[in-house]
T-cell receptor
């Protein structure tokens, strides 16, 4: 069984500052993938970034980076230079290597202040 | 075309109605998914289709009936729903079942009266 824990129900960040959203996971699989999705109030789930369990380098996609610490089973999302449009719900998710069932965490609501 | 479309955006139905949700993608993806998302909760997987065949049914009640007429289309037929079925229904697709990234549609907000 796989489990994702997001301990921050809500976060505030000042515009142009960086913010870290926490995610810890539990899995018995040797090979797995970690994902972050953004969900604005409109409802669409937007893929942000992916980290494979065997990837040695932390994933980066533009202003998003994933701080992957395998021994601690954490996969925190770092958003640099926050923008007002970053205000949304953010979900961390995990999937096993075989079978593409995504298991989501409870989510973190991020609010960017101007 | 790199998007998943869903219709309708909003749907209000009575408990005795029959309605259908539609999902379409033209990315050549062979895996498609239905998720249900209650307010302020994460999405929960309902069904997975791989190569137009039902691969996963997460013990969903029979009042929800999925259908995959072809590789680009995924329907969810609704009949005799309950008010607690009111939720956002999200469709997603991926290149293959087991691929890293799922592309989600904007969802259909369903209200059952």
């Amino acid at each position: 069984a796989q489990k994702i824990t997001q301990t921050q129900p809500g976060m505030f960040v000042q515009e142009k500052e960086a913010v870290t959203l926490d995610c810890t996971y539990d899995t018995s699989d040797q090979s797995y993938g970690l994902f972050w999705y953004k969900q604005p109030s409109s409802g669409e789930m937007i893929f942000l970034i992916y980290q494979g369990s065997y990837d040695e380098q932390n994933a980066t996609e533009g202003r998003y980076s994933l701080n992957f610490q395998k021994a601690r089973k954490s996969a925190n999302l770092v958003i640099s230079a926050s923008q007002l449009g970053d205000s949304a719900m953010y979900f961390c998710a995990i999937s096993a290597e075989y079978g593409n069932k995504l298991v989501f965490g409870a989510g973190t609501i991020l609010r960017v202040k101007s | 075309d790199t998007e998943v479309t869903q219709t309708p955006k909003h749907l209000v139905m009575g408990m005795t109605n029959k309605k259908s949700l539609k999902c379409e993608q033209h990315m050549g993806h062979r895996a498609m998914y239905w998720y249900k998302q209650k307010a302020k909760k994460p999405p929960e997987l309902m069904f997975v289709y791989s190569y137009e065949k039902l691969s996963i049914n997460e013990s969903v009640p029979s009042r929800f009936s999925p259908e995959c007429p072809n590789s680009s289309l995924l329907n969810l037929h609704l009949h005799a729903l309950q008010p607690e079925d009111s939720a956002l229904y999200l469709c997603a697709s991926s290149q293959e079942w087991g691929d890293n990234e799922q592309f989600f549609g904007p969802g259909t907000r369903l209200t059952v009266l």
